[in-house]
């Protein structure tokens, strides 16, 4: 793969950076931290691997579940509705439900990743929770398209590779152990901590989030997260102090 | 298992991806949709923190994610580097659980 974050120069203030930003001694803290998550998604595709096999998906099935799905949650739900003994459409429907959450970040990253056709679409297939939290929490367009490229793409190993010793070994190792469920969450609490900087930042936080809370006990899994999309609606009124911490 | 369903999966979860990537991509859109557009993260983040740290399913819960998301919290407040505010948040959780609260 060619080197996406830099296929097309931009104007602007990135254009006094260097050439090589993946190099930029700044996003250092930015690959320690995709690698971080990279391992614990790891772990976590460890036990997908061995729960696909076990609810009768092959090896094969399974790491190509992992290669072309690359949405955990929905993978996670499919196996576990076919394992269930649920139908192909029951497992299907929950699991394309999840996957919708994607499409919503998508509508962020479109905007911001350049490069050609093909370069954009592999760049669709990574937009997924960890790729996108990395990418909105620096500060300056380059950043925000290395942290994207290269959380996806540490994922997209981790979570593979993972899927594939799962598959092949059949024994879970169990991420609860570890604490790995917290993992995530507070990966995403550090991620989600430079949005807070401005009055309507923390105010479509705070809505999404007890909009999520609220909705969990009766939406089915993966429509609260939707949902919380709506709190962006506090962002209607002009804005006239002007201190919005994120670029479009 | 059956290859309908893998593929149909794959086909679905592209879909989404794509059709949001490509759906607002390279146009000039009013400043109210691009003010709501960068509010997605802090919305859709946030939720994920509770989620991810208060159910399980459909069920809310307080279990020891609670202990270990709040750990992080402090941690991130205090400017620590994200792979500390991780480890943190994952060593508290398997403690606490490992004490005996589940």
Redesign the interface.
């Known amino acids: 793969m060619t080197d996406p974050a830099h296929a097309r120069p931009s104007a602007g203030p990135s254009a006094a950076r260097p050439p090589h930003p993946w190099r930029d001694p700044a996003l250092r803290?930015v690959v320690?931290?995709s690698v971080?998550?990279g391992a614990?998604v790891g772990v976590f595709a460890i036990s997908f691997g061995v729960g696909?096999v076990s609810?009768?998906?092959?090896v094969l099935?399974t790491c190509?579940?992992s290669l072309?799905?690359?949405?955990g949650a929905?993978?996670l739900s499919?196996?576990s509705v076919?394992g269930a003994g649920g139908t192909?459409a029951s497992?299907?429907g929950g699991?394309?439900v999840l996957?919708?959450?994607?499409?919503?970040?998508?509508?962020?990253?479109?905007?911001r990743?350049e490069g050609r056709l093909p370069t954009?679409?592999v760049?669709?297939?990574l937009?997924i929770?960890e790729s996108?939290?990395m990418s909105?929490a620096q500060d300056d367009p380059i950043a925000q398209r290395a942290a994207f490229w290269i959380t996806g793409l540490s994922v997209y190993v981790f979570w593979n590779t993972g899927t594939l010793i799962g598959a092949l070994l059949g024994t879970a190792i169990d991420p609860?152990?570890?604490?790995?469920?917290?993992?995530?969450?507070?990966?995403?609490?550090?991620?989600?901590?430079p949005?807070?900087r401005s009055p309507?930042?923390?105010w479509?936080?705070?809505?999404?989030?007890v909009?999520?809370?609220a909705l969990?006990?009766?939406l089915?899994?993966g429509v609260?997260?939707l949902c919380?999309?709506?709190?962006?609606?506090?962002?209607?009124p002009?804005?006239h102090s002007a201190t919005?911490?994120?670029t479009? | 298992?059956?290859?309908?369903?893998?593929?149909?999966?794959?086909a679905?979860?592209?879909a989404?991806?794509?059709?949001?990537?490509?759906?607002?991509?390279?146009r000039p859109l009013p400043a109210?949709v691009?003010?709501?557009?960068?509010?997605?993260?802090?919305?859709?983040?946030?939720?994920?923190?509770?989620?991810?740290?208060?159910?399980s399913?459909?069920?809310?819960e307080i279990d020891?994610?609670a202990l270990?998301?709040g750990?992080?919290?402090v941690a991130?407040w205090r400017r620590a580097?994200?792979?500390l505010?991780?480890?943190?948040?994952?060593?508290?959780?398997?403690?606490?659980?490992q004490a005996g609260w589940r």
């Open positions: 803290p320690a931290a971080t998550l614990a696909s609810a009768g998906a092959s099935q190509v579940m072309l799905v690359f949405t929905s993978q499919a196996v076919i192909t497992a299907l699991a394309l996957a919708a959450r994607n499409g919503v970040y998508a509508l962020t990253m479109g905007r990743i954009r679409l760049a669709a297939q937009t929770d996108t939290a909105v609860v152990t570890f604490g790995l469920d917290a993992a995530f969450p507070a990966a995403y609490v550090a991620m989600v901590w949005q807070l309507r930042g923390r479509a936080a705070l809505i999404g989030s909009l999520c809370l969990v006990p009766v089915p899994v609260p997260i919380a999309a709506l709190a962006v609606l506090v962002g209607i002009p804005d919005q911490g994120i479009p | 298992m059956t290859w309908t369903l893998v593929l149909a999966l794959a679905g979860a592209f989404s991806k794509a059709v949001g990537f490509f759906l607002l991509a390279g109210v691009d003010r709501c557009l960068a509010l997605i993260p802090a919305a859709v983040v946030a939720a994920l923190v509770v989620k991810d740290t208060f159910s399913g459909q069920h809310l020891p994610r270990g998301v750990v992080a919290v991130v580097p994200f792979v505010v991780v480890v943190l948040a994952a060593t508290v959780t398997a403690v606490a659980r």
